[in-house]
């Protein structure tokens, strides 16, 4: 049986999920409340927020994961986080 593994590196531990609908709304959770510019908050809530995940399917089908990086706070006191998910086989 074939899983997800996601996570959001320092903000969200690797955690296992059954599919990408169940993945999307944590990893949404985990980052819509931080301090991230709207521009960059608008592309990652296309990514993994609601009604977003269509380009992560592609991607875990054709690559087996999808990456991003999270940009957190102001524009010279920002943080960078990786956004990962894989395809997990136990």
Not at 42 to 52: E, K, Q, S, Y
């Amino acid at each position: 049986m074939t899983t997800l593994r996601a996570e959001i590196a320092r903000i969200m531990p690797p955690a296992y999920f059954p599919d990408l609908d169940r993945a999307l709304p944590v990893l949404w959770e985990q980052v819509r409340g931080l301090p991230v510019s709207e521009a960059h908050r608008d592309f990652i809530r296309l990514c993994i927020g609601p009604a977003g995940g269509e380009g992560i399917a592609e991607c875990l089908t054709r690559h087996g994961s999808w990456s991003t990086t999270l940009y957190v706070g102001g524009m010279t006191t920002w943080t960078a986080h990786r956004i990962t998910i894989a395809t997990h086989r136990p």
